[in-house]
């Protein structure tokens, strides 16, 4: 069978679509049709600490995860993520328009995590003096309401390219340990390539933010819609403007070393609303 895009499976009959990807729905079956439709976004996977999942309800449903309200579009489609730290079952719930209502139990699959040792860091970035920390504070609180940003855009479920092609040299979730310092775990994806290699965005959306920053250096976010929030950073220049609306493809900067970095690389991040997920699992097998 010819390859699904995500545009294309999301319009495909439920039953069907199941049987493409190799496992079963989460759904309420009832006579007057399924409830509620879920399922990771990666193809092959369960839902895990991570990761990203699709689903759709009746139109003019409420939908919640462990009690958090979740948005769902005019045709019912709806984004939710689990975070690196997410242990047992998470509870998903719906209320649609007729009056029927339905309660999921999701089970997240722990994942290992890598350790990481970085050194050669500059060892100003790896600890910031005074003046440097309140330049980090400001910068975090931004990115803090950036991503309490849920808007109506629908790009989050018409699927996801490889923003970069490069060499992996850091995964999502693994334990970094800089200068022989342990330090939070790294919530992103690393591609590494020459400085000057395109970058372009996992997905349409529309830019929320591209500034310099002390960490990331030359950063873009961009907005697919519904929480779900793409990062590009490290980058050597920004080809984008807060504000512009972006097509999957089109320019939007290209790969460099600025911010805290050792070498030539984008880092990409990925986010529903204040939740980390890991990039890797949206995009197609390498």
């Known amino acids: ?41 990666a193809a092959g996977r369960g839902f895990s600490q991570g990761g990203l999942a699709l689903g759709r309800v009746p139109p003019g449903s409420r939908v919640s995860l462990d009690g958090r309200a979740v948005r769902v579009g005019p045709d019912g489609r709806f984004a939710i993520g689990f975070a690196r730290e997410a242990e047992g079952d998470a509870r998903l719930a719906v209320a649609a328009p007729d009056g029927r209502s339905e309660i999921r139990s999701l089970s997240v699959l722990k994942r290992d995590w890598q350790v990481q040792r970085i050194n050669g860091l500059p060892q100003a970035m790896v600890s910031p003096d005074a003046r440097q920390l309140a330049r980090i504070g400001r910068e975090r609180a931004k990115l803090a309401e950036i991503r309490k940003l849920d808007s109506e855009l629908p790009h989050f479920a018409e699927g996801f ?7 992996i040299s850091g995964v999502f979730g693994s334990q970094r340990i800089l200068n022989g310092e342990p330090r939070a775990p790294h919530l992103g994806l690393d591609i590494a390539a020459p400085t000057g290699t395109p970058v372009t965005p996992m997905g349409a959306g529309r830019v929320v933010l591209a ?16 929480g779900v929030v793409s990062l590009y950073a ?26 805290r970095a050792t070498g030539p690389h984008l880092h990409l991040g990925l986010h529903w609303l204040t939740t980390a997920l890991d990039p890797q699992a949206v995009l197609p097998a390498a």
């Open 1 to 41: 069978m010819r390859h699904l895009t995500r545009r294309t499976a999301l319009a495909l009959p439920w039953g069907l679509l199941a049987a493409c990807a190799g496992r079963d729905p989460v759904t309420a079956a009832t006579a007057a049709g399924p409830l509620l439709e879920v399922a990771p976004a």
């Open 161 to 167: 390219v490889w923003p970069a092609q490069g060499r």
């Open 211 to 226: 500034e310099d920053l002390y960490f990331t250096g030359q950063t873009v976010l961009v907005d697919h819609g519904h």
């Open 234 to 259: 490290h980058l050597s220049r920004m080809d984008v403007r807060t504000g512009e609306m972006l097509a999957r493809g089109q320019a939007l900067g290209a790969i460099g070393a600025t911010g």
